[in-house]
């Protein structure tokens, strides 16, 4: 039986308010960095880097198995740093629990015994932990929370009780499940009381990460990161300076700009304003980028976040202008646009290129009849198909290194991508167009994995699986 989980929405954030001041935009994908950036490039360039390389992140998520059929062994192994595995879910007293316990453990693939002895994991889990052993410099997180997920984090978080479960058992099923640290997607956080009990839910899974490091594998140093949202209207509303003193990286979800909640079709995931075409770019990265560096954010601690996916808008006649609206997205308009801005259902699409909400897996990019566009002053990409009043926002290849170039040039952190199932194979893969971007293999984070869990509750992994 399919679980449950995969009728659910399981996405990362996204946001709502439009940035209020406009931008001028540079005008070719090569040309210098947006002019309203200078100022955060002066301070950001004299700040060292305080990791081994860029990250190259890539979310995989635990109903990708089904649909997608994606598996674990498919990923990227050799060009990325992190896999984000998402998600977990989140009990009603603050435990941190499997979501689908079929994917995370119970799954059988064809190396997989029937008859192996003792208590074992299997599944996502087994098949992440070889990855790790294969590739070292290939660090796994759990991810916890995600759109579903995410009205279970307020209750919890405002208690000392409800916190300090939620972080033993996120601490317990990473030690368990052999992964390096805990990724949080908590969407959102909506007023000044939960402001604070976010960071001190940050706060207490810093300190039992620590706890744990010391006691279990000393010198080591587990992750603790969060899906950042990349809309005033929801990192407004954050302490981040008091949030970051716990974090790791911040991956901001710099994608979802437009959707079946507007009115007009936009740019999805673009890294400036087209002032010349405001409908089409109500938000940018760049903006985003600049606030969080302004509140105090260490340029080289943002991850920055590309769709592996589509924004689609039926019957219109170009960029930036109206569209057709089926019932579901009337729907969605009635919603508010912090709530809609997250539907990102790429979970069961697989087969099929398009969804209800709109959404095309980028593997599935250009349709046929689609003319592949650049938008010099937004940077960035999409298609129309003008005969079918078709229109996609996605990155392609191109946009893609227009962003690792971003990257670099502001200082960031590295790249994230949601998610893994979308990607393309080969030269056209966009997270292998920005890791050679940002130096390849050399240039990437090689911080070593941890393959020692003496204290996991299943066998396997505590044996270091061997023999695989």
């Not at 709502?16 to 001028?24: F, I």
């Not at 309203?36 to 880097?49: A, C, F, M, Y």
């Not at 991810?143 to 009780?161: E, H, L, Q, R």
């Not at 087209?274 to 109500?282: E, F, G, L, S, Y």
Request: with cysteine; proline share 5%; glycine share 8%.
């Amino acid at each position: 039986m399919v679980p449950l989980i995969l009728l659910l929405v399981a996405p990362l954030a996204h946001f709502s308010t439009v940035s209020a001041s406009p931008l001028s935009i540079s005008s070719t994908p090569s040309s210098s960095i947006h002019e309203s950036t200078d100022h955060v490039l002066r301070t950001i360039n004299q700040t060292k880097r305080e990791t081994s390389g860029y990250r190259n992140a890539l979310y995989f998520t635990n109903w990708g198995i089904y649909g997608a059929n994606y598996q674990p062994q498919q990923l990227p192994a050799d060009k990325i740093t992190h896999v984000l595995y998402a998600f977990a879910d989140i009990g009603s007293d603050g435990e941190v629990k499997t979501s689908d316990s079929y994917s995370d453990l119970e799954k059988h693939y064809p190396t997989d015994s029937w008859n192996d002895q003792g208590v074992n994991a299997h599944g996502c889990v087994k098949q992440l932990y070889l990855l790790k052993k294969r590739n070292r410099q290939l660090k796994v997180l759990l991810s916890i929370g995600g759109w579903t997920y995410s009205p279970k984090f307020a209750p919890v978080a405002a208690t000392d009780t409800g916190r300090q479960k939620f972080c033993d058992s996120a601490i317990t099923l990473m030690k368990d499940w052999g992964f390096d640290g805990l990724d949080i997607d908590w969407e959102y956080p909506s007023s000044p009381s939960q402001a604070q009990d976010y960071v001190n839910l940050l706060a207490t899974c810093r300190a039992g990460l620590d706890t744990y490091a010391s006691q279990h594998a000393p010198g080591y140093h587990f992750t603790l990161t969060a899906a950042a949202p990349a809309g005033p209207q929801n990192y407004d509303a954050l302490d981040l300076p008091g949030m970051d003193r716990y974090l790791d990286a911040w991956h901001l979800m710099a994608y979802d700009y437009a959707g079946p909640w507007d009115t007009t079709t936009g740019h999805q995931a673009n890294l400036f304003l087209n002032t010349d075409n405001p409908p089409a770019t109500k938000y940018s990265t760049d903006r985003a980028v600049a606030d969080y560096t302004a509140r105090g954010i260490a340029a080289h601690k943002i991850v920055l976040g590309l769709p592996l996916y589509g924004r689609a808008f039926e019957g219109t006649q170009g960029l930036g202008l109206p569209y057709a609206q089926s019932q579901s997205q009337s729907q969605s308009q009635n919603q508010t646009q912090s709530q809609s801005q997250s539907q990102n259902q790429t979970q069961s699409q697989s087969q099929s290129q398009t969804q209800d909400n709109g959404v095309m897996l980028y593997r599935d990019l250009p349709r046929v009849g689609a003319n592949e566009i650049w938008d010099a002053s937004a940077q960035a990409s999409y298609s129309f198909d003008s005969a079918a009043g078709e229109l996609v926002s996605y990155d392609t290849p191109a946009s893609a290194a227009v962003k690792a170039q971003y990257i670099l040039d502001l200082g960031l952190g590295g790249a994230v991508y949601w998610e893994a199932s979308g990607d393309k194979d080969g030269a056209a893969s966009l997270v292998g167009v920005v890791a050679e971007g940002m130096g390849g293999g050399g240039g990437l984070d090689e911080t070593e994995n941890l393959l020692g869990f003496p204290d996991s509750r299943y066998d396997n992994i505590r044996a270091g699986v061997p023999g695989e």
